[in-house]
Every structure is written in structure tokens, then in C-alpha cells.
């Protein structure tokens, strides 16, 4: 039981890594606060946990607004008492977002506020908390392409996950002395429903599949395991980390037969 007596907030729940991770750090004995939009997926995944005897409430919010980020860090401390992990892990890649010639505005805008500022203001009102709690570990999601161009353009997401980095980065530093840990978590391409929407064919599939060393696509179960290491006290010395967890794709100059 490596998350026993904990609290752990989890942004985007419903689907892919967040679905996952609740699943798995309930498991492993957190009290689950479970974050989504999409409350129907949302409730059903708090009901499995529920089913397998382990704790956790399902909370409604837009990540990109303060007034809800606000709400779940409340609703966490309200329902449990404290709160000890937070994943901010909601992100979307717009099927609009290209170049930067074709990119709109909006399409920019939205993207940023969703990607990059919900990650601002999930720490902004949850910071505090875990300063409350006495410490704690924040996990942001952010992405290989924090750190490396994609030539398939997808430019607002590709820069808001940059952002994540950075900021993870600096707030690991400002809280160090606090107990309060920082990582960002950078998958590489996942099996998820965010990717595979856009690699619709083989062929499509294919031609990323070049590009990973092992071969395939992640799993999100093993972003979560990830997830539980930077969440759980096994990872007491891990701060301000770029968590790349990509098949080697960042140390590939080209791939093997
Ligand atoms: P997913 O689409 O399966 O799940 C994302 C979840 O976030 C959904 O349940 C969705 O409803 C929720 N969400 C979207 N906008 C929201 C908002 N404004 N407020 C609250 N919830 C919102 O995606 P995933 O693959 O599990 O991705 C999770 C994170 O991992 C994202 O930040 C994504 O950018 C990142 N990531 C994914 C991949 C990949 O290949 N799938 C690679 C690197 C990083």
C-alpha cells in the first residue's frame, strides 16, 4: 500500500492516465478525489473504485477556470481532510491546432488555458493545501514534446506542454523547503484516446511507430505506475524532474530493425 492514508486529487480522470491513475492509487490506498468534465465517465470510474471496496468522490471541473480549480481543492479538504498528491493531469490536443501559420487564435487560447494555465491554478489553490498538509508531491502532466519538435505540428500544444516544464520546474524550487516535491510527468505517444483519434489508420500508425525504439505506443496504465512512484514516498528525493517515461524515444537517433 504505497499511497496508505493519503489524499490525491486527479485532473482528467475520466479517460486515458487520470482513469488509470485513480484506479491505481486507490488500489494502493488513497482517498481519491476524481476530477473531470465529463461526469458521466467520471461517476462510472469512482463507482468501480467503489465496487472494489477502496474510496473515492467524484468532483466536476473545468480545470481552465480558477472558480473550479478553487472548488476541487476544497471539495478534497472538505471530504478527507487534507489534501497529500496532486496530479494535474487534464490536457486536450485540438484536432485544429497545426502550424504556426495555420493556427488560430483561438485554437491557440484554448489550448493554453486548458494545457498550461489549469496547471497555474491547480497549483495556485493546491499548493496551499499541501503546505497545510504539512508537504506533499505535485505531479503535472506535461509531454516528450516538452522537449523535443514534433514534425507532425501541433504547435499550441507542443508549447503549452513546454510551459508545464518550465513551471514545474520553478515551483519544485520555490517549495523545496516546504516538503513539497514537483515533477513533470512526460509520456511519450500513448494507446490513449487523446492520440489514436488522430492516427486513425494504419498506415498513420505505422509512420509514428518508426520513431519509438520499443516498438509501440505507451500504455496509460503505465503512465500511472509512474505516476504512483512520483506520488508515493518511494520517489522522497525525486524533485523538479523532467519524468520522461517514452520507450527512449528522447535518446533515439535512429531507431533498431
Ligand atoms: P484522454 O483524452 O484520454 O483524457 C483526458 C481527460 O481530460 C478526459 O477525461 C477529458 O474529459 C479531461 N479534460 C479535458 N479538458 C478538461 C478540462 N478543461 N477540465 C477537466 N477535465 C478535462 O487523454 P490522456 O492521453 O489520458 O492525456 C492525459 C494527459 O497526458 C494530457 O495532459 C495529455 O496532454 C498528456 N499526454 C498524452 C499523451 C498521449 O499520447 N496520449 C502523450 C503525452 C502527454
Not at 516528450?144 to 499550441?156: D, K, N
Request: aromatic letters at 6%.
Amino acid at each position: 500500500m504505497r499511497l496508505k492514508d493519503k489524499v490525491a486529487l486527479v485532473t482528467g480522470a475520466a479517460s486515458g492516465i487520470g482513469r488509470e491513475s485513480v484506479l491505481l492509487f486507490a488500489a494502493e490506498g488513497a482517498s481519491v478525489v476524481a476530477v473531470d468534465l465529463n461526469d458521466e465517465a467520471g461517476n462510472a470510474v469512482v463507482e468501480e473504485i467503489r465496487g472494489a471496496g477502496n474510496t473515492a468522490v467524484y468532483v466536476h471541473a473545468d480545470v481552465s477556470k480558477s472558480a473550479d480549480c478553487k472548488a476541487m481543492i476544497d471539495a478534497a479538504e472538505k471530504e478527507y481532510g487534507r489534501l497529500d498528491v496532486l496530479f494535474n493531469n487534464a490536457g486536450i490536443m485540438h484536432s485544429a491546432d497545426d502550424d504556426a501559420i495555420s493556427t488560430d487564435e483561438e485554437i491557440w487560447d484554448l489550448t493554453m488555458n486548458v494545457n498550461l494555465k489549469s496547471v497555474f491554478l491547480g497549483c495556485k489553490y493546491g499548493i496551499p493545501a499541501l503546505q497545510r498538509a504539512g508537504g506533499g508531491s505535485v505531479i503535472n502532466t506535461a509531454s516528450l514534446v516538452a522537449v523535443m519538435g514534433s514534425g507532425a505540428p501541433q504547435l499550441a500544444y507542443t508549447a503549452s506542454k513546454g510551459g508545464v516544464l518550465s513551471m514545474s520546474k520553478e515551483l519544485a524550487i520555490v517549495h523545496a523547503r516546504q516538503n513539497i516535491r514537483v515533477n513533470a510527468l512526460c509520456p511519450g505517444p500513448l494507446r490513449t484516446e487523446l492520440l489514436m483519434k488522430f492516427l486513425d489508420t494504419e498506415e498513420k500508425k505505422k509512420r509514428r511507430l518508426v520513431h519509438i525504439p520499443v516498438g509501440r505506443f505507451g500504455e496509460a496504465a503505465e503512465m500511472a505506475r509512474a505516476a504512483l512512484f512520483l506520488a508515493s514516498d518511494d520517489s522522497s528525493y525525486v524533485n523538479g524532474s523532467t519524468f520522461l517515461v517514452d520507450g527512449g524515444i528522447s535518446s533515439a537517433y535512429v531507431t533498431a530493425e
